[in-house]
Nanobody, 126 residues
């Protein structure tokens, strides 16, 4: 079965950077979409960014556009989320998710993803 393992979270000051990694295993991902979502205490899980595995087309939430970059490794089944100019409101648990049957209109909705990692905490201090 598909396994997703996130890493790279931590504590950073406002304005700083972090790079999250999502290592995927269990099958080939050529038809997959990998998404990053986040959830802050008391809030709904929200879309952050996504990448189509084969085409490498990327999609972003307006709140992170221009600050975050999603990419995938060329040789390893890993997806990265480079986060720059971090703000306190970026504080959340960040999850990566995968699905192989998503149409474009479904990418931003967490309920449409079948497979999830365990999450990694990102804390941005002011």
């Amino acid at each position: 079965q598909v396994q997703l393992v996130e890493s790279g979270g931590g504590l950073v000051q406002a304005g700083g950077s972090l790079r999250l990694s999502c290592a995927a295993s269990g099958r080939t991902f050529s038809q997959s979409t990998i998404g990053w979502f986040r959830q802050a205490p008391g809030k709904e899980r929200e879309f952050v960014a996504a990448i189509r595995w084969r085409s490498q087309h990327t999609y972003y939430a307006d709140s992170v556009k221009g600050r975050f970059t999603i990419s995938r490794g060329d040789t390893a089944n890993t997806v990265y989320l480079q986060m720059n100019s971090l703000k306190p409101e970026d504080t959340a648990v960040y999850y990566c998710a995968e699905d192989s049957h998503l149409i474009l209109s479904s990418i931003r909705y967490h309920a449409n993803y079948d497979n999830w990692g365990q999450g990694t905490q990102v804390t941005v201090s002011s």
